[in-house]
């Protein structure tokens, strides 16, 4: 199973709203998720910084492809851009992919 981990900020300030955001995040946008075979998926914040991690059943191109093509991502990337600072790979569209150093199981 593949790994995918990102990073990103949040507006200063919007700590509460993004959390709020999440503690109400759609349906259909768990289920473009589970559709993209992405599992075990978490953010954490420290601050104004985010790191995200998920794991990809389906390999982390799939997961990028399913995402970048769903209207239901468009959506949610429009609902959040007020309050989250994000990077996106010009390929994927995705957030841009931290090189794993260490693993340790």
Known sequence: MEKYAWRGKIVPGMQEEYKKRHDNIWPEMKEVLADAGIVNYSI????????????????????????????????WD??????????????????????????FR
Do not use: H, R
């Open 78 to 103: 429009e609902y959040m851009k007020d309050i989250l600072i994000m990077e996106k790979d010009p390929v994927t569209g995705a957030q841009p992919l931290l090189t794993q150093v260490f693993s």
């Open 44 to 75: 954490w914040m420290q601050g104004e910084e985010l790191f995200g991690y998920y794991e990809c059943e389906k390999g982390v191109e799939y997961a990028a492809k399913v995402q970048a093509e769903s209207n239901v991502v468009k959506k």
